[in-house]
């Protein structure tokens, strides 16, 4: 006779936290109820203690309770906010890194500006101190450029422009508008966008198999497809397809993207070969991780490890790192590259949604391509016409050098 599965819901009427079970003795699942509508999405706690999970209910109970109390008054607290804001559907759409950077923020913001706070009592003038306080580094370990402090508000804004589209169990937005509207975050007048070029490249991979066994098909991975070093990293042996196209093409899954943009990528015959060296070293299952870490083949090895085997090999090269970045100079190199091929195309083989940040921080100028564009660019015309010659003029005292038509009529 099947066991009975234990449910309990805590609360009141129009604020409930649900508890219950899938499998009994199993693991226990929460949901949360405001106005009759459900609130937060359904939720693994990862135990199975009872009364662990009422006391947690609870605490989610008073924090609603506060909420409600807070729209109700005609208040709007900044954490009351955050907390909304954190389990809505638009923020947990978000791939599980970016959700966690933006928090972080979220949190930073927050503390700087009250918890308390008033969320319609926000002005421009919060955000000017704020930048302020960031860029001389009164708020966290060190100052940060105004790239950082954008990335911060761009968040903040975010969040105040989902509260003005979202209602409150009265049918009323919890914002009329956003108080910050107009604000318009700093941004470097001169950022860093550094690019790495082929002939380093080809220095480097004479030693990086001597750093890290791994280092060789990461970083031509990296150089051939131009992918985010994140992304290349989470590649299993089953993303690998070696049958379709000249060389193979090889496969960046939708959840280890910042974008969350899936996609295909031809390989070059270097980096075929390069790939099929790699995968006599690794599992052979098709879920094996192309790139497992050395202490736990089941995980796969993290960006710091594998970017502290780049440095190293960089010194090991006699080469110095670009100042601005390590990965992302090869991104810029591939993008760069590619600049007279038709731009959707160059977006979708490098996994960018939209050409405009591709234009903007990707492709950069170079001096071959600036000199074509001065000297071998065709001059517009209205009818044919000669070229005009310029005759250097003659210095003083110099008989000057009369032209190959002039000395013909003589």
């Not at 070969?273 to 736990?296: C, G, I, M, T, Y």
């Not at 190199?333 to 960018?352: C, I, N, Q, S, Y």
């Amino acid at each position: 006779m099947p066991t009975k599965l234990w449910r309990k819901s805590l609360g009141e009427r129009g604020l409930r936290v649900y508890l219950f079970e899938r499998t009994p003795g199993g693991t226990l699942y929460r949901e949360v109820y405001a106005g009759g509508q459900r609130v937060a999405p359904q939720k693994s706690l990862r135990h199975r203690d009872r009364e662990r999970a009422e006391a947690e209910a609870y605490v989610v109970l008073a924090k609603l309770k506060a909420r409600e109390e807070a729209l109700s008054e005609g208040k709007l607290k900044l954490s009351s906010l955050f907390d909304m804001y954190v389990v809505s559907p638009a923020h947990r759409a978000k791939s599980p890194r970016i959700r966690k950077g933006d928090e972080s923020m979220l949190n930073r913001l927050i503390a700087f500006l009250g918890p308390e706070r008033d969320v319609r009592s926000l002005s421009l003038s919060d955000v000017e101190r704020y930048t302020a306080a960031r860029r001389i580094g009164e708020l966290g370990r060190k100052p940060v450029g105004a790239r950082t402090v954008g990335k911060e508000l761009v968040a903040l804004r975010t969040m105040l422009n989902w509260a003005t589209r979202e209602k409150a169990a009265r049918s009323e937005p919890l914002l009329e508008s956003n108080p910050l509207k107009g604000m318009r975050p700093p941004v470097e007048k001169n950022p860093l966008r550094p690019v790495e070029t082929y002939d380093r490249y080809v220095r480097l991979m004479q030693v990086v198999a001597e750093v890290d066994w791994r280092l060789s098909l990461a970083l031509a991975l990296a150089e051939s497809t131009g992918q985010r070093i994140g992304s290349i990293l989470r590649v299993r042996r089953c993303d690998v397809d070696l049958d379709r196209l000249p060389h193979g093409r090889i496969l960046f899954r939708a959840e280890n993207q910042k974008t969350g943009f899936e996609h295909w990528v031809p390989l070059s015959e270097e980096c075929r070969q390069h790939l099929l060296a790699h995968l006599r070293k690794v599992r052979s299952e098709p879920d094996a991780w192309l790139f497992p870490a050395e202490r736990n083949p089941q995980d796969a090895v993290s960006v710091w490890v594998i970017s502290t085997s780049l440095r190293r090999a960089y010194q090991r090269a006699g080469m110095d790192t670009l100042k601005g970045g390590l990965w992302h100079p090869w991104r810029r190199k591939w993008a760069t590259e590619r600049k007279d091929m038709p731009l959707r195309d160059v977006a979708a083989a490098g996994g960018w949604r939209d050409p405009t940040t591709l234009l903007k921080c990707y492709q950069q100028p170079d001096e071959e391509t600036m000199r074509r564009v001065v000297l071998e660019a065709p001059k517009l015309l209205s009818r044919p016409v000669r070229r005009l010659e310029v005759t250097p003029k003659a210095t003083p005292g110099e008989a000057a050098v009369p032209s190959g038509d002039q000395r013909n009529a003589r």
